[in-house]
């Protein structure tokens, strides 16, 4: 075992110490290198695939876009658990490893600098800021592609925050709910973020979403309420990077590759 994988592996074992005694962990890079280097060797992907983070074994772990099963995707975690991040690194992903006749991306977020630095143009059809009229039209145009049924080119829908929806209109807001239900039929994805104590108190909203990603919920009573399957890791997840999802009875754990912008 070389010294990077000992030093490495202590740091990891020193943040689910912290993680334990209930403080954040603290964060460092060596995992952050070790995952780059795997996605560099990861070579290309399948077509109608999207990668959404590496699995403990270094396999990636990815959507695909020809099948609509899945739905609607919701990622929650406590304030700082990343999901933010989570959606960069989907486009950033996508930036080095797909085509842009493969994916492109519509960002709806009520911070659009968050996102302003990426330099995607061939990927990103545009950030829209959620309190702007702007936005609404955006929406419209998506619901209208979705109900010509046409198998275009797939486009994901990043929102950043459930709260961004409230800043809508009705009409948008119906629109969005018709994307929800009938978007990745028509390769339209929409992978929406919300605060883990807000979503609980939305019952309707988080009924629309099928593939739940959870990232850091440190509150037992609110991982609870986000699902109630047993063995749930969401306290122990590390923030900013790593994420679990139910697959066939099981939870798994994965890690967000460091992509540069």
Known sequence: MTELRKFAQAMLAFQLVQTGSGLAPTQQTLHNS???SNLDRMGSLPADSLLFGLAADGKPLLLSLSDPHPGPILVTAERGGGKTHFLKML???????????????????????DFAHIQAPEHLLGIWASYEAA???ML??????????????????LV?????????????????????EN????RVWPLVTAN???????????ACFRTRIYGRVSDPRTAEALTSAPGAPLHSLLPGTQFCLREKSQWLKFWLPTLAA
Do not use: H
Request: net charge negative.
């Open 91 to 113: 486009l950033l992903a996508a930036k080095r490893l797909k085509r842009p006749t493969e994916v492109q991306f519509a960002a709806l977020t009520s911070y659009p600098d």
């Open 135 to 137: 936005a609404s039209e």
């Open 140 to 157: 419209y145009q998506l619901a209208c592609r979705i109900e010509e049924g046409r198998n275009q080119q797939p486009i994901l829908l």
């Open 183 to 186: 978007g990745p039929q028509a």
């Open 196 to 206: 883990a104590d807000m979503i609980v108190d939305l019952p309707d909203w988080l």
């Open 34 to 36: 070790a995952r780059a």
């Open 160 to 180: 950043d925050g459930l709260d961004a929806l409230f800043q809508l209109d009705q009409s948008s807001q119906d629109n969005l709910a018709y994307i929800l």
